[in-house]
Each structure stands twice: as C-alpha cells, then as structure tokens.
C-alpha cells in the first residue's frame, strides 16, 4: 500500500515510488526494425533529453497506438501450460488500422484482460511481439485496482459524466493515493513505449481518460515526439472539469500531445474553455483548423465522431446463423411493433428513464397496449459499485410494475434480456425493431444507433430475399446528451430526463408514415456508411501529420518539473543572450543605442510597488553617462511618472506612451512624435469604452494624455474577450474619420494616435543618431510584450533602409523564452540587470 502522505509527485513521474512495490526489471524487448537490434538502457528521468541524433534505423513511419488495453483475447491453454492469444475482432483499435497508410507498421502498447503470473510475463511478452506486434504493459495488482477500479472508475468517469461527488456515498471523496497510482500506471505505460520506440520516425497515438498523464512521460523523453491523443468520452463544462483538484496536472499533460481530438463541438469547446480559464491560454481557428499556442507549439483540436466498422458489420449481416435467429424473433413478436434498447448496464445509460417512458407511452396511448413492446438489451456493467446495484434494482422493479399493469396473456410490454448478447444475436435484434431509444443522459458517443441504421440497410441490394428487395426504413430516439446525437439530423432528438417528452418522442417515431422513415434512414444510411472507424482513424492522422511538419526544424527546450513540464519550441535562430558575448562587442563600438521597455523588463510585471530600484537607477545612470551611448526607456507609461521615477538620471532620454512624447535629456523638452495634437475623439470614445466598463464586471478604463486604455484582465476570460472583439468593432466604426488607431493587445483595448508605435521612435532615434554623424554600430533593444515587437521588426527595416549599417551589432532581445521577432532572449528582469550591469 502506498502512504497517503507519500505525495511527492516528481519522484512518481520519475519512477520512484519506494512504496508501491516496483515491478522487477524486465529484459527490455527487442525492437522491431529492418536491421537488428535493441534499444539501449535509457537513463530514467532524463527531462531535457531530445530526440537521439543517431539516424533512424526504420525505413518507413510507424504508429504505436496506446490503449489502457490490448486488441487481444487471451485464454489459458488446456493443458495449463502457458497462454493461447487471439486478434479482438470488436476492437476499435483493431479497426482503424483500415484508415492508416497501407505501408504503415503499426504496433499496440496496452494492457491485456488476464493476470499473466510474473515468471510468465517475458515469454508472453515476446510472444505478442513476435506474432501481434504487441506489447503487454503488465500493471501490478495493486496499483491496477487503484488505477482502473479507483481512480478512473471512481473519479474521473463519473466526473467526465457531470457526476459530482457531493457526499462521501455519491460518487466518493478524491483520494491522493489513486491519483498516485494513476501516474504509477501511466508511468510504466511510458517505460513499455519507450522500450520499443524510435522517436525520430514513429507517430504516437495515446487513447482515452486511462491514460492522460502519459503525454507528459513521453514528451520529457523526447521533446519532438509526434503525438496525438483521442478521449472517447465526454469533456464537462469548465465549472465541472475545475472541481478536479488535479486539474491543472491533467490540462497541462494534454498540452503535451500534439493534437488532441474529441467526437464534438461541445466537448472540445469545453476542453478550450478550461484552457482559457485556468492556464489563461487563447485558441485560434485558422482555415478551418483549431489550434491552441503553448509555449510557441501550437496544439491542434480536432473534432471527429469515431464511426463504426462497416466491413466487419456486413460479414456479421451475411452469416447463416443469423437467418434462423431472425426468422425465430420475426415468430415470437408476430403483429407486434418492436422498440429496442440495447445499453450496459450503467448509471449513465438511462435505462431506468427509458422504461418510465414506455410506461408513460402506453398511459397516454392505450392503442399501444398489446401491441407494442420494449426489447431492452442490457450489457454486463464494466464498472461497479453501489450506484450500480441500486440501479440493476431500480430497473427490475420498473420492469415487473409494467409487465404487471399492462402485460396480457402472450403479451409482456417489456422484455429485459440481462445477459451478454453476441454480435449476430444483436443484428438480429435490429432486423425486427421499428424503432431504436437511445436515453442514455451522458455517453460520449453511443453507436448503437449507427450499428442499427446498417443493420435495417441489410447486406447488399443484390440479395435475392423478398425481405432485401423492399424500400429500407429506420427510426430513432436519441437522447440530446450523447455524441452522436448532433450528427443524426433524421432522429428524434429528446431530453431523457423529460419522461413525458420522450414517450410521446417515441409514439411519434412508431406512428410515422413509411415514406417519412424511409427518407430519414437513407439520410443516416449515407452519413454512416462514409462516415465509419477508417474514415475517422485516416482524417485523424493526416491532421497529426499536418501538425507535427515542423518538429524537426525547431528547436525545442524542456522546462518545469513533474506535471509542470512543458517543451518550448523556438525559431532555430533564437538563442539565449550571452553576457561574455555582448561585453565584447559592447567593448569594441563606438556608438551605441540602447532602447529598454520599463515594465516587464526593468521592473517585474507582478511588483506593485512600480517605482524603480537604486540599483536600476545606478545602473541607467552609468550606461547613459558614457558620452560613447545613448539610453532611452521607451514605455507605454505617462511621461510624468517616468520623468519623476528617473529625475536623478539626467542623461536618460525617455519616450512615454509608446513614444508620442519623448525628450533626450532631462534638461531637454519633451517633443510631440504624433503628427496631430488634436484629441477631440476622446469625447466620441470614452463614452463608448463607459458603457463597456459599466456592463463587464472587473473592467477599468485608463486614460493616458495620449490615449485611452481599456483592461479587462480582471474580468470573466470568457466573457472579457467578447466584449473586447465587440467594442473593438464599436470603436473601429465610429471612429473610422479620426486619426486614430484602435488596438488590441493582452487584456486590453487600446485607442492612440495614427503612428505613434515603440517601432517609430526607435526609427527616429537612429535617425537623428545618423544625421549627427553617429551612425549607431551597437544597437541593444530589450523588451517583453507585443508592442516591443515592433521595436524589433524596425530594426531590420532600418539596415534595408541604411538609416543603420550592415555591419551594425544588433541585439533584439525579449525577455522570457516565446516566439517572438526578437533573435535572443533573457529569462527575467533580474537577469537583464545582470546583463546591464555587465
């Protein structure tokens, strides 16, 4: 058992946990490849380890597709001695392989069904890689229980299913100590891919809510992986998500894949709605296509309902065994219309629900008594716990009260088959049913209903049989909460939870004419026949391929610890700022221009006492006291706070409100750089900034001589941003005649004058140098937000343009690690004071 206490998640996401029982040391599997040979030791934790430099030793690309488990049955052979193994047909994970590139390898990384004794597990082991190209993860028993059973049963499936858990009997308390084993778990899974992997050409795809955590293994190991990861359930809403209390761990796990997929728009709106509240990251939708920024990678969302495996369907529909299944239903419900249900046995399924409503249905129209009857197929529960024995009660209790009040001698209106049915058994079912219901009150995609539309097509058009040749026709209830509601536009669509609605949902849909249903099924025919498993699983990976084309030209740096770790991909050219390096060429020039932002830069952004250090002001005062320099702080802030902050600093040049007043000395005037002095649009604008202010809670309005500022950092993410795009547009319109320019930056809203920009006083500045006869051959601009980069891009204008030489030192310079225009970077303003200093 491990200790509650025991939560030092870094040693977890290293592999240390002392206390769980360590599974022993594994002979390492040989990896498959054209030419032989094994995969070195890796060093555990080797967080800022890149790609190997080694060239590739595969041919081709590979996939290794991780699943919680393997798409293999395993059954003990008879004598006992050792296992037999065989491909799980009803596999999803077998199926989508028909989407992949034909010449593709793809290789399975996942559990198995069996507890494999230890002694057992290399033989096994070598066995499925030798004949599946599989590779067991064998999870030890302790962890497994308290990974799978705990806390992926017991927490994040209800949660995923909008369950809360309110008292200790509904759902259970978080518990520390299943969290540790879920990254246990998702740990060894990490070891077993990485044991197998060659990181420069395989793809990797991760599966479903068991493995959430594993991104994060992977991308420390190798920062340019190729990574896709797919959840099978639902996303809930941000309100639900951020009751996890390891909700930042997971959401910054995700952020590790490269492209994370969803089977709708809700779910994914969701997922970026976390993104945005609680990691205050934006997302973009460019062609088509949705991406998130992170640390310089973008992150794409794709939104892509899995379908269902039409081949293996029609050789279900096509074998004998079926004929006299049918044939002996199509007997017993002789004159009577047949709805079916066919749901695991699950809190979320709505079983119960849909069992009121037939109730209800007969109630209202008594037409149907004796005449209709609800088949309800209830699949072996994969979960367990109380909530599920209390429901199996629930609905034995509904089913007796209805059979009782409203069954006939040789009519019962419901019939619940409480056993596992097979494939062709189900198919069966379809063939005979007027009408699916599906009330399932959260499931994140269902395929009952797919698998039933093809089910009534039936095999071919060529078939002989009169039953084959006559117009197809089908009808569904579904609830509006599952995943493949949205994309059945023929259905019924109903709110479970509404018993009433969906029993008359359900008369309607066993009253309505045949040419009706008949249209509806070809509608539906035509979507899930295009749509199935191979056309999910091909347009998956090409948007994997389509993200992950610039990996290799980008350089990439691992930072942060255990769950904080995350990999910054920068421009190749893009570099730390080397101190020794610019002291040198500082030494060597003659004329030096030095352009330093305030905020962010000099003065930490979190510090709210914002008046400079002695020790800034000691270190401005040496730099512009050198005849040889020229020192401007140019900064968005006022220019009467920055000519009070740096009075003692007399050779100091200042440029205020990104440069529309700037001065070079002390002693000197402040010019005015904006071409007009009129601000007669402030009376237009600030009304309207007002009513936005009044209307959106935690917003404030700055007003600067120059400018007007609105921010919105305080306000709802969410709802700040909107109101920021609708009164830009407000603003852009009534003032589209005035010389003004309306911006938006990081939480704010900006209205300043035409050509007032950082980019166009530092222009000026090395023009005037230029024109003095002291052509700047040092050039040193230092800054942290998205108006510093306009001082960067002018830069470069300004050697095109000869205002600078080519032979100029330039030194473009932000401050953090971020894409950005500049070629350098320093970490923190600390460490641009020691450069300064320097």
């Not at 004929?323 to 709805?339: D, N, S, Y």
């Not at 709802?716 to 005035?738: I, R, T, Y």
Request: one cysteine or more; a negative charge.
């Amino acid at each position: 058992m491990m200790s509650r206490s025991y939560t030092n998640l870094l040693d977890l996401a290293s592999g240390n946990f002392p206390a769980m029982g360590q599974p022993r040391e594994k002979k390492r599997l040989p990896r498959v490849m054209t030419v032989p040979g094994v995969i070195s030791e890796l060093d555990d934790d080797q967080a800022n380890s890149v790609t190997s430099d080694a060239p590739s030793s595969a041919i081709q690309d590979r996939i290794i597709i991780v699943a919680n488990q393997l798409p293999v049955k395993a059954k003990r052979r008879p004598d006992n001695k050792g296992w037999s193994f065989s491909w799980d047909d009803d596999s999803l994970l077998l199926q989508l392989k028909d989407g992949l590139p034909e010449e593709m390898e793809v290789l399975y990384v996942g559990s198995l069904k069996v507890d494999v004794d230890p002694v057992e597990q290399d033989d096994v082991s070598q066995l499925l890689l030798d004949k599946f190209k599989c590779v067991p993860a064998f999870l030890p028993s302790d962890i497994l229980t308290k990974f799978y059973h705990g806390f992926c049963k017991q927490h994040l499936w209800p949660l995923f299913h909008y369950m809360l858990p309110f008292s200790a009997s509904h759902g259970g308390r978080f518990d520390r100590s299943l969290w540790e084993a879920y990254v246990a778990a998702n740990n060894i899974f990490s070891q077993r891919v990485i044991e197998v992997i060659n990181p420069e050409d395989d793809y990797v795809w991760i599966h479903d809510y068991h493995l959430m955590v594993l991104p994060t293994f992977l991308r420390r190991r190798f920062n340019r992986l190729r990574m896709g990861f797919f959840l099978h359930s639902p996303f809930p809403s941000s309100e639900i998500y951020r009751t996890l209390p390891v909700r930042e761990e997971i959401m910054k796990a995700l952020l590790n894949s490269d492209l994370i997929g969803f089977h709708t728009y809700d779910y994914a709106r969701h997922f970026l709605s976390c993104c945005s509240r609680m990691l205050g990251l934006e997302y973009q939708s460019k062609r088509g296509y949705i991406g998130v920024e992170y640390y310089g990678r973008t992150i794409g969302i794709k939104i892509m309902p899995v379908g269902i495996h039409m081949g293996q369907i029609k050789s279900v529909l096509s074998l004998a065994d079926k004929e006299w299944r049918v044939a002996e239903l199509k007997q017993q419900f002789e004159g009577k219309t047949v709805l079916l249900g066919v749901d695991d046995m699950d809190v979320f399924k709505g079983i119960d629900l849909k069992l009121l409503a037939m109730e209800q249905m007969l109630k209202q129209h008594p037409k149907w008594q004796g005449r209709a009857v609800l088949v309800q197929i209830a699949n072996p529960s994969r979960g367990r716990g109380k909530d599920l024995e209390d429901i199996q009660a629930e609905i034995q209790a509904s089913c007796k009260r209805i059979n009782e009040t409203f069954g006939q001698p040789g009519y019962e209106p419901i019939v619940l088959i409480d056993r596992p049915v097979s494939l062709c058994e189900r198919f069966a079912y379809y063939t005979i049913a007027e009408c699916v219901v599906v009330t399932a009150v959260r499931d994140g995609m269902n395929l009952t209903p797919y698998e039933y539309i093809v089910g009534r097509q039936g095999v071919s058009e060529s078939e002989s049989s009169s039953e084959s040749s006559g117009p197809k026709k089908s009808m569904l209830v579904v609830s509006e909460f599952i995943g493949c509601s949205p994309s059945l536009s023929g259905a019924i669509r109903v709110n479970p939870w509404n018993t009433e609605s969906t029993a008359e949902a359900m008369n309607e849909a066993i009253s309505m004419s045949d040419a009706e249903k008949q249209l509806r099924h070809e509608k539906h025919y035509r979507y899930v026949s295009s749509h199935d498993v191979a056309f999910w699983s091909r347009s998956f990976f090409q948007d994997l391929e389509r993200t992950c084309k610039d990996h290799f030209r980008r350089r990439c740096w691992g930072i942060g610890l255990s769950f904080g770790f995350r990999v910054v991909a920068l421009d190749p050219n893009f570099r730390k700022l080397s101190i020794d390096h610019i002291v040198s060429v500082y030494l060597r020039s003659k004329n030096r221009a030095i352009l330093l932002d305030y905020d962010g830069t000099v003065m930490p952004q979190t510090s709210h006492n914002k008046t400079p250090s002695a020790e800034v002001i000691s270190i401005i005062n040496a730099l512009s006291g050198d005849t040889k320099n020229t020192v401007f702080v140019v900064s968005g802030r006022g220019r009467e706070s920055l000519g009070k902050w740096f009075s003692p600093c007399k050779k100091l040049g200042i440029a205020a409100e990104h440069g529309f007043f700037m001065r070079w000395s002390a002693n000197g005037e402040w010019e005015l750089c904006g071409q007009n002095s009129e601000f007669g649009w402030k009376q237009i604008a600030e009304p309207v900034m007002k009513l936005y202010t009044e209307s959106t809670d935690g917003s404030s309005i700055e007003t600067k001589e120059s400018a007007l500022v609105w921010h919105h950092r305080d306000a709802d993410p969410g709802f700040g941003s909107s109101q920021a795009k609708e009164m830009l547009d407000h603003l852009e319109s009534v003032l589209a005649n005035e010389p003004v320019a309306v911006k938006s930056g990081q939480f704010i809203v900006e209205v300043k004058p035409q050509g007032v920009s950082k980019g166009m006083v530092s222009e000026k500045i090395f023009t005037t140098m230029s024109e003095k006869g002291k052509q700047a051959d040092f050039v040193l601009c230092i800054g942290d937000d998205r108006s510093d980069e306009e001082m960067f891009e002018i830069i470069s204008n300004a050697i095109c343009s000869g205002i600078l030489s080519s032979s100029t030192s330039v030194f473009a310079c932000t401050v953090g690690q971020k894409p950005s225009k500049a070629r350098y970077y320093l970490d923190d303003p600390a460490e641009v004071l020691n450069m300064l200093e320097a």
